[in-house]
């Protein structure tokens, strides 16, 4: 963990490079990824570990090749951390491209959850949709082990007009957001362990997956909008992507929707494969019986 002067030395750095060429910061961290995956690593172990068992039928070499660029990808993108956290809404505004499939300044509209998902880009896409819904939004967060950057990263998070809290005390005050018609961003493609969770399907192997996203939406009656953060090629900055509402959801069936959930990312992964967030352990909790994957 950082020392609290560590960790000033890097908020520093960050404050730093946010002045600089978003292109400059990108093929920085781009090269750091790169010369960080050559040191074997628990991280690194961890990547191959969960492309070997959603992606059993790759080569070693397409996986070795996945994993490269996935390493690359996500150093890169805590040194961009700078330039989302710290730079103007102009500069971000030039540098992520709106597509979505919905008009985010609907005065009308519904009570929403806005599902995103933890793709390298999900900072960028978070940060701007503050911008984009041109209104007064929440989003959940989960806490870090170092309160200072914790800090930080709040106050980063909700500078375009977005109220902050904590994933363990989230549901009463998500329901009164939807009530106030604030839409709500959160993810659920993480492993919280097995409260709220159910195993379901992901790429195959049964994955502990967050059931609360149905049941928030059935008794908020919110509608459910996912959204991706894309990291465009050549540098060229970020796509955020916007999806129509899910029909029928909730369908009643919390493990129903919850493969639903699962079966939307997957789709989605396969776009662009190396930009999901391998470095997570997304296997962490297994089925009961079932030994560990790390």
């Not at 914790?150 to 957001?177: H, N």
Request: hydrophobic share 40%.
């Amino acid at each position: 963990m950082l020392t609290r002067l560590g960790t000033r030395c890097a908020i520093g750095l960050l404050k730093l490079f946010a002045l600089l060429p978003y292109g400059f910061v990108a093929r920085l961290g781009d090269g750091l990824g790169w010369l960080l995956y050559q040191i074997p690593s628990r991280r690194r172990r961890i990547v191959h570990t969960n492309l070997k068992l959603c992606f059993p039928e790759w080569s070693e070499a397409k996986r070795e090749e996945i994993a490269s660029k996935h390493f690359r990808h996500a150093i890169r993108g805590y040194l961009e951390r700078s330039i989302q956290w710290f730079g103007s809404a102009e500069k971000l505004e030039k540098l992520v491209q709106l597509d979505s499939e919905v008009d985010l300044r609907d005065p009308d509209m519904p009570p929403t959850l806005l599902l995103g998902f933890h793709f390298v880009g999900i900072e960028a896409g978070s940060i701007f949709i503050n911008i984009a819904l041109d209104r007064q939004c929440g989003s959940l967060y989960q806490p870090m082990s170092n309160p200072l950057l914790e800090e930080v990263a709040k106050a980063a998070r909700g500078r375009f007009g977005c109220d902050m809290a904590s994933r363990a005390d989230s549901a009463r005050i998500v329901l009164r957001w939807l009530r106030e018609r604030k839409p709500v961003m959160l993810g659920a493609d993480m492993d919280y362990g097995e409260r709220n969770s159910t195993f379901v399907p992901f790429f195959g192997v049964q994955t502990c997956t967050l059931t609360a996203v149905s049941r928030l939406a059935a008794v908020g009656r919110a509608q459910i909008l996912p959204f991706i953060g894309e990291v465009l090629p050549d540098y060229k900055g970020y796509r955020l992507k916007v999806f129509k509402p899910w029909a029928e959801y909730p369908s009643g069936d919390d493990n129903a929707d919850a493969r639903r959930m699962n079966a939307f990312l997957e789709e989605q992964i396969l776009n662009y494969p190396e930009q999901y967030y391998w470095v997570h352990r997304r296997f962490k909790t297994r089925p009961p019986g079932e030994p560990g994957v790390y």
